[in-house]
């Protein structure tokens, strides 16, 4: 039962996921590249985006923080890295030219498969095998 | 700069804003894990015994959202305006730099964020930094095409 409860709460976070991307337009590579362009006539409503959630994750996380475990009993698992290097930085930043050219990052680009646009499945295919070869090189740090 | 009020839809982004923020509450609360989608998505492509399932219910929700909007006519437009080639390109640089920088908009941009973390707000600024500039190469500088 209790398993089943977990089941259908992480089926249900994917989807609140979803229709949130969906009602802030995150799905629309066009309004996300709007987003980007500070240059040319830009469309702020992004930014609104993200400071709604995080607001909102900012007190879940207050809250994490002073925990062990979560409501499931499951080991609450925060890392504390604290460093910055080259790794974190080229990573993010090649991260965010393929978000400029495309006006997609992963998440919107997984929910958006569920329209089953072909050109969905093209940048999903390349971004798995982009993962695939950074893990392979064992590039990352942990 | 120039606004482009046409398109701007404060409203219905902060919304939801509020929803991937609950989101990622109930996730951190009830599972103890970061919302990211690049990791998340990062544990299926090298799987490990017995930390599989709940990835693939997660994403599972994930692509279930358009598919029920669709249903209910409700989806908005997908205007996918880059080429396949800059598609292929596009992905494999986000795919290669989220698992490289261990994390993309929502592990970094909304969870680290929101935990104060120093990497996250660094990786944050840098995607946006080089985001901003690709589409400034892309549709201004005249070199895109």
Known sequence: MNHLVRRISEYLAGLIFGVGLIFGGMTNPSKVIGFLDFFGVWDPS???????????????????????????????????????????????????????????????????????????????????IGSWVAGRLQLRTH | MTIDW???????????????????????????????????????????????????????????????????????????????IQLIIAGLLVGFGTNLGSGCTSGHGVCGIARLSPRSITATLTFMATGVMTVWVVHHSGFGG
Request: charged content about 10%; some cysteine.
């Open chain 1, 46 to 128: 992004l930014a609104f985006v993200m400071g709604g959630a995080v607001i909102i994750s900012f007190l879940a996380f207050r809250g994490a923080k002073q925990r062990e475990f979560s409501l499931f009993g499951r080991v609450i698992m925060l890392d504390d890295l604290k460093s910055i290097d080259l790794r974190l930085v080229l990573g993010s930043a090649l991260f965010g030219i393929g978000w400029g050219l495309s006006g997609f990052c992963p998440g919107p680009a997984i929910a958006s498969l569920g329209t089953g646009e072909w050109k969905v499945f093209l940048f999903v295919i390349a971004l798995i």
């Open chain 2, 6 to 84: 046409a398109h701007f839809t404060p409203l219905w982004s902060s919304l939801g804003g509020l929803l991937v923020g609950l989101a990622a509450s109930i996730f951190i609360l009830f599972h103890g894990r970061i919302m990211g989608v690049s990791g998340i998505l990062g544990g299926l492509i090298r799987p490990l015994k017995g930390d599989i399932a709940w990835r693939i219910i997660f994403l599972s929700g994930l692509i279930s959202a358009p598919i029920g909007a669709k249903v209910l006519g409700l989806m908005p437009a997908v205007e996918i305006n880059a080429s396949p």
